[in-house]
């Protein structure tokens, strides 16, 4: 937590507004009526901050920053590098990004740069020196905001243009050392695509090579390696004026960066939020989805992150954008609070007169002022952070549970061809993350290089690939109590996307042999039956054969798989390892999780089965505070049976045996034991 207290603001745009000083005049005034204590500066502000090549103007910028510091609102200070000014790709054309196809982009939108362009990061670098030593001590700027939204230019976010061929190469030349190895790590000898040279390697193309999945795995590895030297490469330019700490705001399971490998550059995780509420009326699976993200970014670290973009009513970029309805938005900013966010911010203050996102939505529209019911929900967020403040302070969630999710598996999974050709590894992790959600037991997401230490129970869908050391750590935790979960299609290949021959790597483990991989169409179904209840698979699934000591918990009931293992369980040292052989829909799930919850020895904060919609999460300390956040995301008020006795943190209300939830709300309850 900066500052001891729980940031609320967001996205502030002064320079489209520089003709307009009544404006900029409400605005401080708006601000503090709101509860706002920090804003963001600068995001998209190159072109007013260098109007012309090595010419500065930052007065505006100096005298807002100072201005805001007098009525006590923080700024987080961005660099400008998101968005390139005309007059830069106007005289240094070859900043341009180029597409696969060779195509060089024309200036406009965003992220639309060459990482590796010499120029680009000399004009950047030159922007951030002065930038940082005329801002960076400013007693208000509290934090670095590194461009924005890395990657984000409205699809492929890499650039292919010769200079980043040439890089490429010199790239998998430190990787690999000899063409040898990498022609074998490729299978270079399928369909004789084995290299002779370095210079015939070319990124992959939808008119050249795209049919080699090492190369395209490497690829993304590439793109990311690349943009975070170009992360890098800003942070050192800063710090050598200023020594704030420093983030970049990451986004919604996105594909085209591994944030678990950009986490280590940055101080603090930050990331923008925009959730799809009220794409139907049941807002069940669009809270599972925030909930996973905001998961996935605290775990990054295993710290608070800040919650740096959300919208206080509707987006502007989806076919049909609903506002927020009553209620939504304080939950909705609760929630990213509950998963470990010590912030709720905002894209954008005011909203622009014109350009792309003039309708999206922000604090303030085109008209009313103060007198919306967006600007009154904001205000009530913001009075509320600041009475959970210091009650949050130095709290963070401490799961003992784990799911994997992994970039270089996400990309390795949803590149190969078959035994699908639609698998979508985001979904398989979501819809097992959806049953610890349900039951409230809190969880983290991790990648396979990170440590199993400490938790009980660790789950791994759709986990193709293994990484370096995976196997091993696996193997550890098991063995020493832990608690494993698979599925089919996991361990199927190595780092390179080479299958695996012999055996699975954790045969041992999981007390299983795999012999095929079935995908059938939707008219052959199938079924199981666990714990007395039947249940059916999905359009993928195993054939395996237990090992001596495994048991079966469920088999196929129907064609040529009847009586096979659907649903095993092997015992290894200290704990278990369970291996689910086929696609299960979330009824199972949920069912088979529960059981894998009392087996760990794990329930939820207040102990009780949650109605449906309902779930909690619990941001604790070393002191032994407890605080735990009741959710409700169905549209109608919940009554809550058995919880014990609770004290309501923010009223000191009592509550015991029961509890009443309106809907769409969020109440903090006080606890008093320790953390099992």
């Known amino acids: 937590m900066i500052g001891g207290k729980l940031l609320h603001g967001g996205d502030y745009n002064p320079e489209q507004w520089l003709e307009y000083p009544e404006i900029l005049e409400e605005d401080i005034r708006l601000m503090k009526e709101a509860h706002v204590n ?3 500066l600068g995001v998209f502000s190159w072109a007013v901050l260098e109007p012309e090549e090595g010419t500065y103007n930052f007065g505006w910028m100096e005298e807002i920053i100072d201005r805001l510091g007098a009525e006590g609102i923080q700024v987080v200070l961005a660099t400008p590098s998101g968005a390139m000014p005309h007059w830069l790709t106007a005289k240094y054309p070859e900043v341009m990004q180029v597409q696969p196809d060779g195509t060089k982009n024309l200036p406009g939108k965003r992220h639309n740069f060459c ?11 030159a922007l951030d020196h002065e930038l940082s030593a005329r801002m960076g001590r400013k007693e208000n700027v509290i934090l670095w905001h590194i461009s924005n939204e890395l990657g984000g230019n409205f699809g492929d976010s890499s650039c292919h243009c010769e200079q980043c061929q040439e890089s490429f190469r010199g790239w998998l030349k430190e990787r690999y050392g000899t063409l040898d190895a990498l022609n074998h790590a490729y299978w270079g000898r399928f369909w004789s695509h084995a290299y002779s040279g370095w210079d015939q390697i070319h990124s992959p193309a939808p008119h050249g090579e795209w049919t ?4 395209t795995l490497d690829w993304r590895r590439f793109v990311t390696e690349q943009m975070r030297s170009f992360c890098r490469m800003e942070i050192e330019t800063v710090r050598r004026n200023s020594a704030l700490p420093v983030t970049t705001n990451f986004m919604e399971f996105f594909k085209g960066l591994d944030y678990q490998k950009m986490r280590d550059d940055l101080d603090v995780i930050s990331w923008d939020s925009y959730p799809f509420w009220h794409e139907r009326k049941d807002e069940v699976p669009t809270a599972v989805l925030a909930a996973a993200n905001h998961n996935v970014m605290r775990s ?8 740096m973009e959300s919208v206080p009513s509707a987006v502007n970029w989806r076919k049909h954008n609903p506002v927020k309805r009553p209620g939504m938005h304080m939950l909705s900013s609760m929630q990213a609070v509950a998963h470990g966010s010590d912030s709720v911010q905002y894209f954008q203050w005011r909203k622009g007169r014109g350009a792309y996102e003039k309708f999206h939505g922000a604090v303030l529209g085109h008209k009313n002022g103060s007198g919306t019911r967006t600007f009154r929900e904001v205000s009530e967020v913001g009075a509320r ?6 009650l949050l302070d130095g709290t963070v969630n401490m799961p003992k549970a784990a799911i994997i999710f992994d970039w270089e598996n996400w990309w390795a999974v949803e590149d190969t061809t078959g035994p699908r050709l639609d698998t979508d590894y985001v979904a398989s992790v979501v819809s097992h993350y959806r049953a610890f959600w349900e039951a409230g037991i809190d969880t983290d997401i991790i990648g396979m290089e990170d440590s199993l230490e400490g938790y009980r129970l660790v789950a791994a869908p759709l986990n193709y690939m293994y990484r370096e050391g995976y196997a091993e750590r696996v193997r550890s935790f098991v063995g020493n109590g832990g608690i494993y979960v698979t599925t089919c299609f996991s361990g199927m290949v190595g780092e390179s996307d080479l299958c695996f021959i012999g055996r699975h790597p954790l045969e ?21 039956s666990y714990g007395g209840k039947e249940y059916p698979v999905g359009e993928l699934r195993e054939v395996i054969r237990a090992k001596e000591g495994t048991d079966i918990h469920a088999v196929y009931r129907e064609d040529y798989v009847a009586g096979l293992p659907v649903v095993t369980e092997h015992r290894f040292g200290e704990g278990a390892a369970w291996y689910l052989a086929a696609d299960t829909g979330r009824c199972f799930l949920k069912d088979f999780y529960r059981d894998r919850f009392r087996e760990a020895g794990m329930n939820n904060s207040l ?9 909690v999460a619990e941001r604790s300390a070393d002191d032994g505070r407890r605080i735990v956040f009741v959710m409700n995301f169905k549209g109608e008020p919940v009554k809550l049976e058995g919880i014990g006795r609770w004290t309501d943190a923010e009223t ?8 009443d939830l309106e809907g769409f709300s969020c109440l903090l309850l006080r606890g008093n034991a320790e953390i099992d």
């Open 38 to 40: 920090c804003v963001t």
């Open 115 to 125: 990482y590796t362009s010499p120029v680009m990061r000399a004009k950047t670098r």
């Open 212 to 215: 080699m999945t090492g190369l």
């Open 300 to 307: 990054l670290k295993k710290k608070p992150f800040l919650l």
């Open 385 to 390: 952070l600041e009475g959970v403040s210091e």
């Open 508 to 528: 041992d483990v999981l007390g299983i042999i795999q012999e095929e991989i079935d995908a059938p169409g939707e008219e052959f179904t199938n079924s199981f």
């Open 607 to 615: 102990d009780i089965e949650l109605p449906y919609g309902v779930t």
């Open 652 to 659: 000191g209300e009592s509550y015991e045996g029961t509890l």
